[in-house]
């Protein structure tokens, strides 16, 4: 079993063709961290045969003083289960990259849905602290969009297809935002985070998303020549993704975030995808978890919660992480 870094085409394919591929996988995304400072490094194990066994992409991030590596949506493998040569191989790779660009740390989330054997194996290794906050969140509610509109209808909760129907009758209209109205959808994400209670990123974040990321779509709904929801989605091979949403506190009972989630929905289905995936839902264990709040919401348009692996730290310099922990902690206290 051989590590290798650095782009390259048998990569990109395997990570492309993947049942898991993610726009996180992409060389789009790469591009697009590399605008915001997160350069990015491919990697990933082969055989002895020099067939592709796993593979994964690497963002070169910072806060502070404090460098590390961000392996977001993990590391994708070939067999149905982690072996330990394989993953003992790309631990080893990855310490030297750590080395390389001084790092204390590598900080990996999954979109590969958990299992108890590779769940117990990740825990098993030295050196992993499980003790992090995911950015993509450990649960999610994935649907399949290869039925048909009445298929996908069929599965919701009534309330979903009412919903739906009524922001219809109403009049709501749902189409492709111009980069001209980005900033109108920033107003209603500066309300919706307010509502919500989440951060959100500058304006001009959001408008680089939606103009240098062609699998970007940004959408809104219209009632009565207003904006009053809003969404920044993507499609990427077979995943169509929510990334961003944002709605208006009035004129709420026109259900206008409903058609606007079914016309994303459907659109995916023309570009092919075969899954949609509502990025992040409670964990159902969790009354007080954050997102308990868009959960009853997404959840009404059809139930295919997911578990991905959990979250994790990979430590190569013990003395800085703790460092790099505790100023975490300070930061969190005092904002």
Known sequence: MQFIKGQNEQLEKFL???????LWHTKDWVAFQ??????????????????????????????????FGYIQGGILYKKDRLTCELYNTIIGGLK????????????????????????AFLRSMP???????????????????????????????????Y???LAEKKGVIV????????????????ITTQRDGFHANGLEYYKSFITDLRFARFMVAVYENEIIAGGIFTYSGKQALYYYGASANHKRNVMAPYLLQWEALRYGK?????????????????????????????????NGVTQF??????????????LYRLALKIKHRFS
């Open 309 to 322: 692996l959990p979250a994790y730290d990979i430590i190569f310099n013990p003395l800085k992480y703790r």
């Open 127 to 161: 050196h992993h602290n499980f003790n992090v906050k995911p950015i993509i969140p450990k649960f999610t509610n994935i649907l399949d969009i290869t039925k048909t509109d009445d298929e996908l209808l069929a599965q919701m909760k009534p309330k979903g297809r």
């Open 34 to 67: 590399a605008k915001n400072g997160n350069r990015g490094i491919y990697f990933g194990a082969a055989d002895d045969n020099n067939e592709i066994m796993a593979a994964g992409i690497i963002q070169l991030r910072h806060r502070s003083i404090f460098k």
């Open 16 to 22: 492309c063709s993947h049942p898991y591929s993610s």
């Open 270 to 302: 023309t570009k092919g995808c075969t899954y949609y995936d509502f990025m992040g839902i409670a964990d159902p264990q969790n009354g007080s978890d954050a997102l308990a709040g868009v959960t009853d919401f997404k959840l009404k348009f059809g």
């Open 163 to 165: 919903n739906i129907k």
């Open 175 to 190: 189409r492709e935002g111009t980069p001209e109205e980005t900033e109108e959808f920033y107003h209603l994400l500066e």
């Open 96 to 119: 030297k990259i750590a080395k390389e660009n001084k790092l204390i740390h590598f900080f990996i989330d999954w979109i590969v849905p958990h299992n108890d054997n590779d769940a």
